[in-house]
């Protein structure tokens, strides 16, 4: 359950990204890539160890804190990481 929380909220951040939400360019650069590093975890066969050891959840609660156009889609996908014990 909690792995299809994950995949709801990397869906909703893949759209804010598509739709070119957030103005600074560094930071939508760094956000898409800790959104790619989700879709790999998503895929393999063991995201919560892929999730943990690329220290992903750290860098949204950054992104959280700087960026409040994306900030509840990251606050409710660190939650759901949460659910799965990361």
């Known amino acids: 359950m909690a792995i299809k929380k994950v995949k709801s909220e990397v869906e909703k951040l ?7 939400l957030i103005a600074d360019k560094c930071t939508a650069g760094d956000l898409r890539q800790v959104h ?3 879709q790999e975890a998503i895929k ?3 995201p919560a ?8 959840a750290q860098q949204l609660i950054v992104f959280e804190e700087t960026n409040p156009v994306v ?3 990251i606050k409710d996908l660190i939650l759901a990481l949460s659910s799965m014990g990361i």
């Open 14 to 20: 893949s759209a804010i990204l598509d739709e070119d």
């Open 36 to 38: 790619d590093q989700l």
């Open 49 to 56: 160890k892929l999730i943990r050891d690329k220290k992903i």
């Open 44 to 46: 393999s066969g063991d």
């Open 71 to 73: 900030g509840k889609v």
